[in-house]
């Protein structure tokens, strides 16, 4: 098993950044990529960026380039997810997630763990 622990979520202004991060422990090294989702209230869960485990290979969702950005620290066994010039609708929880799913997908099937999210909120 991989446990998966989001933190670094709150509120902020919008136009200011944010950076989350998530520590991943357990069968790690079971793990080839990892990824962001959000889900805003009423909505579904949407993906944000995913980043190979080994290497350095990237996906972000429309919405996030220019302003999101994924990295490790595998030595760590850390995810950060850096998001700047926050918007209102950036507002959700935001989950970790881990897949044994050879690929970099943002389909959130191909995930195997999750963490218990950490919530952001973007106020004007």
């Known amino acids: 098993q991989v446990q998966l622990v989001e933190s670094g979520g709150g509120l902020a202004q919008a136009g200011t950044s944010l950076n989350l991060s998530c520590v991943a422990s357990?069968?790690?090294?079971?793990?080839?990529?990892m990824g962001w989702f959000r889900q805003a209230p009423g909505k579904d869960r949407e993906f944000v960026a995913a980043?190979?485990?080994?290497?350095?290979?990237?996906k972000h969702a429309d919405f996030a380039k220019g302003r999101f950005t994924i990295s490790k620290d595998s030595a760590k066994n850390t995810l950060y997810l850096m998001m700047t010039n926050l918007e209102l609708d950036d507002t959700a929880v935001y989950y970790c997630?881990?897949?044994?799913?050879?690929?970099?997908?943002?389909?959130?099937?191909?995930?195997?763990?999750w963490g218990q999210g950490t919530q952001v909120t973007v106020s004007s």
């Open positions: 357990g069968f790690t090294f079971k793990i080839y990529s």
């Open positions: 997630a881990a897949s044994q799913t050879l690929g970099v997908s943002g389909d959130h099937r191909t995930f195997d763990y």
């Open positions: 980043i190979t485990w080994i290497g350095r290979s990237t």
